[in-house]
Each structure stands twice: as C-alpha cells, then as structure tokens.
C-alpha cells in the first residue's frame, strides 16, 4: 500500500480555544492535548485515504510552561512561548502541555497510539537524533542522559555526546541572542546547525547542541568512513549509538510504527544503517521517513536521496520537485519544467516524499506565498504533486481546509506559517473539529470543497496506476495546442496546463492526468496523445473511454486511438482545478 502520511501537530490540532493572543500563553490561546484526539477524529482521518499518522510535536522539550517536578527552560534557550519541538529534554518523556493528566502523560500518549492502530493508522512520531535541547535532562531515563563523562578539553573525542569550543577560559561566557546560558560558561558546545561559536546568531539553532556519532563533522562524509559497521559487537559503537537504539526501542515498545527522522542528513550513514536494522528487527514493518537535503551540512557522500534511501529509509523528503512547484508561481517556471524531475527513472521516483506543506513550509494559501495564488490552485497542486510519482506522500494538518497560517504567532512573525513555537491554533481546521465534534458542521462551502477533494484525491492513490505505476509526461507533445496553458506573448503551449499518463504494465490499467496551475484562467483545449505514448501504454487502436475519477461531474468522453493523435481529447477545467482520467 502506498504510504498516505498526514502530519498531525498535536499542540494544534485538538486545540479547541479560538482567537488568542501574539506571544500568548498556554492558559491564554489553548493547546492541543492527546486525549482530545478522539476516535471519531481518527476515524474521519482514515477515511479520508491517511495510512500513516506522525504525531508531530510529542517528545518533551524546552519551554517556558512550568509544571510540578519539570520547572520551565531559562528563556534563553526558548523559542516562543512553547518552545521548539526539535529541542529535546528528554527522548523517553512526553511533552506535559499535552496531556490532561501531567502524571500520566505517557498513557495518556500510548493510549492514542491504541486507538490509531483500532483504526488502521500506523503511528509515527519525530524522531531528532542530530541535536538535543542545551537544557536537556533526562527524568525518565536519567542513566541515558548525555555529556557525563565527556572530556570536554576536546573539541572532539570518539565517545564524547558533544563537540566543545575550543577556546576554553574561565570567564568564557555562552552568550546567546536572549542571553547567557550559565551552564555553560567555561564549557561551550557546538549548535545543532555546525556553529561553533560563544557567540551564536539569532538565525542559528542556538537553543540546541549538536550530538556526536563518533565523527568529526568538521571532515564531512570521509569521517564516517572509519565507523562501525553493520555487525560491529556492541563494545566497538560509540555511545551515541548505543543511547538511539534504547530510544526507538523504548518508544517501540509502547506501539509506535514508525518514524520521521529530522534532518536525518546531517547524521553519518553508517549509523542509519545500523538503527534501521535494529528496529526492524523488533519490528519489520518499522516505518522510516527522513527529512534529507543535499546542502552543505551534509554527512552523507554523494546524492543524499539515494544514499538515505540505501540505507534503508522507506521515504526521503523530495525538496527538489516541492521548490520546483513553488517556482511555477515564484520563479517564473513553466508546467513544462516538471517534466525534468521524471528524467532517468531515478530511485526518487519511488522514495521521494512529496508535499506541498510541512511545518516548516509556508502555507499554500497564505497570501504572503505561491504568488498570491495557492489558495486558489491548490487542487491542481496536490494532484501534480501526489499523482506524478509512486513514492510517500504528506498532508500537513490544515492543508484539507485551506489553512493561511492566521492563527496568534509569536517568535516566527508573520511569515505565512503556523508557528511550531507558539499556542496557536487552526482556524479553519476548527470549523472541522468543530469543539471536538468533528463533524466538519462549521465549514464554509469552500472549505468542505477542498476537504472533500482531499479524501477523494487521497484515496485515489491507492490505484494501481498511481501507486506502482510508470509516468509519461505529455506537454512536449502540445507546445503547439492552441490553448494548451498558453498565456499572451508565449510562443509555445504549456506554460501552466500539465498533463501526463501514468501506467501499471500488470493490471494494464492507464490514467490520464490534467492540472490547471492558472489560478484565473479556465481552460478549453485538447491533449494530444501521440503514438509513441500509446504504444508505451500497450493500447490497441481503436474505440477509447476516458472515465472521470477524480471530480465525477465531468463528463466521460468516448473517442478513438487516431483522434487522440490527431485532433486530441477535448478538456474543459476551471482555475486551479485538476481531473484525472481511466482510459478504458
């Protein structure tokens, strides 16, 4: 089955309070908690076409909220009011914000992984073995902490938890954009982003410090080259390892599928190798997504995609086609440009995780983004997005309504993202969840539209076609249809109309996809199909249906193999809208 992740912020989801305030407290603007996540809302989650859940947000971390026996982070090392999910305190602990009961955070939590699995969802949570909060503490697990026989003289050591700065004097201070960080005056450590500096900027991760593989990340991919291996006796891992492996076990245990592995890039190869295998050896199905780039933080050598993808990830972030759709609205690209992501049947066709939104992503349609124009085509986004590979796919909570990031800020300003930092909220979500309800009885038309189109969008890539199926891009073949995505002063056709067939040999099943990327303009043209296409296909001349799946209003068109080269299928599609096709 093709994997459907839905990413599920649990700070913000359940979160019922409406309005608030900028810069807003928990008491003040509300936060989510995992006990109002009900069945009813995994329920409607499943049917909307979702097999995997990351319950994003759920490890503990830094924060200014202060609870009984787990006091607040100094302010220093705080991002927003609530605190940066990806500054870990403790890797075998729950964030308290989102439970009921603070003493029974974590059955609060395997309790919701219960009711995912009663509803056929594969729990995932995040799982950020690059770097952990500078204020960490482990109360769970205190023999897994970190940093306590460090020899913190050396920037690094094979068995050290943390890179140290080496300019060590006693009245060395670790002064951050909020402030000192006393504990670590005399002893400083490198950021989680390679900053090593008493002095790190606002734009660095200053509220983490980067943890230790046994490598010096300063010689890039060639460092790893002398880690263990895949077999290497336990004696022979740096301790790092040792310490993630009793985490994913732990969390294992109480019944998580799978995991979103953060900037899992930055981490060296071998020691994903290894962890993968071992988690699969508790669990074969174990689940792993990682958020790759190939940027100069790499510890990966060659194509990070590839290389992750070897080593056993199920699923890559596919960042190359995500700015390639944004570029269609802000960088002057053309429709006919995508085509280029397909060149090579590379493995990223089947591994890259594609999306259109994520947490660190703007909104589609806010209007700060997408030219002004996501709101409006974001239905022609997602089928490009989604229906042109077999690979993972991601909905980011929100996206199903059109959510513009309006909820109260705070740290991020107003920057067209719904800030993982603060207690927000989702407000056209919450015409769905509707106080917990969730029965969708606040949506506007618009919302319920889009909503609708998701689950049928989402449930239609389980077709054979889109889930294992090859891809054939169209627009070279209609530069010169007239009306074909042209726009005034284009000499050529295909500058916001895409089209592609995609094609699975063993149920011979083939599908035709249209996406309208222009957000103003409907579109009244043909879509030629030329021969090569139809031999690639394995279609016989002759008679030919083209059946709607997708928006079922549309018309089913009846032709012929020689009209489809010659004369082509007529296509009537409003702004921003997409169909897609069984050729029968």
């Known amino acids: 089955m093709r994997a459907v992740i839905y990413q599920l912020f649990v700070r913000h989801f359940s979160n019922f309070n409406t309005g608030g305030e900028t810069h807003g407290s928990r008491e003040q603007n509300g936060c989510g908690t995992f006990n109002a996540i009900t069945d009813k809302a995994l329920e409607h989650i499943a049917r909307m076409g979702v097999t995997h859940l990351w319950l994003t947000g759920v490890l503990r971390h830094a924060t200014l909220s202060d609870y009984p026996g787990l006091p607040a982070a100094p302010a220093c090392v705080v991002k927003g009011k609530a605190g940066s999910p990806y500054a870990v305190t403790d890797y075998f602990d729950v964030d308290p914000d989102l ?57 690094f050591a094979r068995d050290n938890s943390f890179y140290y700065l080496e300019t060590h004097h006693s009245d060395a201070r670790m002064q951050l954009p909020d402030g000192v960080y006393e504990p670590e005056c005399g002893k400083g450590r490198v950021t989680g982003n390679n900053v090593a500096s008493w002095t790190p900027g606002a734009y660095d991760w200053y509220e983490t410090v980067k943890l230790n593989y046994g490598t010096d990340y300063r010689h890039g991919s060639h460092a790893a080259d002398a880690l263990p291996g895949l077999l290497a006796p336990e004696y022979a891992l740096p301790r790092t390892w040792q310490l993630m492996n009793e985490v994913l076990a732990y969390w294992q245990d109480m019944g998580v599928g799978g995991f979103r592995c953060d900037m899992a890039h930055m981490v060296p190869l071998p020691f994903w190798r290894w962890i993968i295998a071992h988690a699969r050896l508790r669990d074969r199905s174990a689940f792993f997504v990682a958020e790759g780039y190939d940027d100069h933080l790499k510890l990966v050598a060659g194509p990070v995609h590839e290389a992750l993808l070897s080593a056993g990830f199920n699923g890559v972030y596919d960042g190359v086609a995500y700015e390639s759709l944004r570029k269609l609205y802000e960088g002057g690209a053309w429709a006919n440009d995508l085509d280029s992501l397909h060149a090579g049947a590379s493995p990223m066709f089947r591994g890259g995780v594609r999306y259109v939104e994520n947490h660190d992503e703007p909104r589609v349609a806010s209007p700060l983004y997408w030219g002004g124009a996501g709101a409006a085509s974001i239905q022609a986004l997602m089928v490009a997005q989604y229906g042109s590979t077999c690979g993972p796919v991601l909905v980011y909570n929100g996206q199903e309504t059109g959510e513009r990031a309006d909820g109260p800020g705070g740290y991020g300003g107003d920057n067209g993202r719904t800030s993982i930092f603060d207690y927000t909220n989702l407000p056209t979500l919450q015409h769905w969840s509707n106080g917990g309800a969730y029965d969708g009885a606040l949506l506007t038309p ?61 149920t011979k099943s083939t599908l035709l996809v249209v996406c309208n990327f222009s957000p103003t303009e409907t579109v009244d043209t043909r879509v030629h199909i030329p021969l090569n296409a139809m031999e690639w296909a394995a279609k016989k001349p002759g008679v030919c249906r083209f059946v709607p799946l997708l928006d079922t209003t549309t018309p089913l068109v009846d032709t012929t193999t020689e009209t489809l080269m010659t004369d082509g299928l007529p296509i009537m599609m409003k702004p921003g809208k997409a169909q897609v096709y069984e050729w029968c």
């Open 446 to 506: 618009a919302e319920r539209e889009l909503r609708d189109f998701t689950a049928r969008l989402l449930t239609l890539l389980q077709h054979p076609a889109l889930s294992k199926g090859a891809f054939y891009g169209l627009n070279w073949a209609n530069r010169e249809t007239p009306g074909y995505g042209r726009h005034a002063g284009d000499a050529v056709s295909g500058h916001s109309l895409y089209a592609f067939l995609r094609h699975f040999r063993k």
């Open 99 to 155: 439970a009921v009961d603070v003493e029974r955070r974590r059955e609060e939590f395997a309790a919701l992984l219960a009711r995912c699995r009663r509803w056929g969802l594969v729990p995932m949570m995040d799982f950020v073995p690059n770097h952990v909060s500078r204020h960490y503490d482990s109360r769970v697990r205190p023999e897994c902490s970190f940093g306590g026989h460090d020899d913190t003289g050396r920037f």
